[in-house]
């Protein structure tokens, strides 16, 4: 029978199905941090039960870390202790941790795809909603609760029932100037927050095809923002020539092996999809958010909706209360929203492309007076790469604050965080009330974005620069 | 895991939809390792307004909360489920709840029942008119009873008796361990490992 990708990889890793039951799934690698695990390992303690599988599970370090210093012990004593009980945690049970300072520390979605491990194919797996950042490569991959973390890490499978499959196919190519993260943004705002709810997704068409792995990546790992259980996207060329050589990929007749492999998993031509969506790329523009969740979102050209243009009931009440919380009027010029800071980094925008792509645009230009521009890299890696490369340089030439990786200020569970009414132009995945801190409003926007709104001061793309580069301030 | 077989208790209605999880409980509480004590981080910064509505005293006690739809959405963090229950719901009503959220409540003890967007309107109005209204949910029964409310919701046969039975999702894994072990000796030798210490 023809069956989509999303049903192949599933199908491969049924350990066991029974008729009323959900199916067994096998999980090939189990990604760990110190926030949703340590309720896990005691579990684990508790009921005298070893890691099954600890050479397929990694852990690293990342929501709290500080960003500013590389070394030393963390100021925050909750923190810190949250820090070192996964550091007692992967020593007693075998498993293989990348801590603070280590050159493969990192956004645990950043170090997957970086050190190779990742591949197609895979069931993954980790106590993080970001987790369909690695579907990017052909895995089914989800985020899961302490209480399945516990499960995976004590039988290396997750009890599931069969999710539904979902296609949404982009057309066309993205315009130039338009990027991966104005495409995921647009396609939410389309389909809403609830959109996925239920659905494994393939991102499939064109547009899709047409990004590099770490513009898949982008796209992958907002499909939780519209409630899709994960987001796939087939390997190709793309994929083989992004993992070759990496650590963790295979080499010689292995290698030779795996593709043959990954080679078979794309959906059928008359495979069948519970849902299908389709998104025209040619009519996207750069795209921000203007509300508390990230389907409030429209294009940078646009002005804040009306409200009262919404039909009455929960699309209205949520419009009101969100332009409230964000201190917004209805008609105002998206443009004219002047910001306190700009974050570019996160699992979603903290990779090399990203980093390469805001540095572009501020290289001789200065971040407008009075704007706190933090650039974080998502990995270790990745900061060594941008600083052989200068842009560290260009970012502090810009007067933009160059960090180590970590979440920093995606989530503010670490220092960097918005003050109550501060607002920010940020690389990362959620404006959520709060999310970056007590109080602060986000704007959800494209690396690009980022930059350009760092050096005018206002929510601007790139077009709105000019070539002179004493811009700032204006 | 305690079992849940039938559960009556006065409710608090939350009109709001997409309720997400940095809401239900916010990111500094995630700090901790334990598992219990997240009852007062529930909805902290709502909660600073008099006027949120689980504030209000007549509405204390409830062990139900009815919720617009979409929620739970954000992130994979349980501790949204350990704040509901430690603060004493037992059960959220909602035309809709985010997958992660749904998965997550349905391993820590709190029953996610999705009624129609209908049926929940309807309840929202009973408990704002009547704080001291009971809704019954009977897991048994899979059915939602309140006022002139009988309505029945979904969820499958095999969760239904575990939870009913409160048991042990690893347990009852673990009694496969010999179907995992035949998995695992049929896995290609090129998928990647983490190189455990
Ligand atoms: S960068 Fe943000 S979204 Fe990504 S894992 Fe960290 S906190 Fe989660």
Redesign the interface.
Known sequence: MARTLAEKVWDDHV??RAE???D?L?I??HLVHE??S??AF?GLRL?G?PV?R?????ATED??VPTDLVQGPIA?P??R??VE?LRKN??EF????YPMGDASQGIVHVIGPQL??T?PG?TIVC???H?STHGAFGALA???????V??VL????L?L?RPKTMSVTVEGSLPEATTAKDLVLALIAQVG??GG??YVVEYRGDAIRGLSMEGRMTVCNMS?EW?A?AGMIAPDQTTYDYLQGRD???SGA??D??VA?WDALVSDQDAVFDKEVVLDATAITPFVTWGT?PAQGCALADVVPDPQALPEG?AR??AE?ALGYMGLTAGTPLRNIAVDTVFLGSCTNGRMEDLRAAATILRGRRVAPGVRMLVVPGSMVVKLEAEREGLDAVFTAAGAEWRSAGCSMC???NPDTLKPGERSASTSN?N????QG?GGRTHLVSPQVAAATAVIGRLAAPSDLTNDSAESGQ | MDPFVSHTGTAVGLRRSDVDTDQIIPSDWLKRVERTGFGAGLFSEWREDPSFVLNAPEHRGASILVAGENFGTGSSREHAVWALTDYGFKAVISPRFADIFRGNSLKGGLLPVELPADVVATLMDLVENDPEALITVDLEAREVRAGTVVESFELDDFTRWRLMEGLDDIGLTLRHGDDIAFYEEKRPRWKPAARAL
């Not at chain 1, 600890?54 to 990694?58: E, G, H, K, S």
Request: net charge negative.
């Open positions: 350990v066991r009323g039951e959900p067994l096998y090939d690698l926030v949703t340590p309720q005691d009921a039960r099954r600890a050479d397929l599970t990694l929501h709290n925050d909750v923190s202790v949250q009980t992967c020593a075998g498993v293989r941790l190779g491990i591949q895979m106590g993080d909603s987790t989800f985020g899961i609760g302490t209480s399945e516990e499960h004590a039988t290396q499978t009890p029932p927050t609830g709810q239920g939780i409630g259980r963790h990929a295979p292995d290698w092996a795996a492999a969740n929960n009440d949520a209360r989530l503010g569970m959620r959520f009330e709060g999310r007590r």
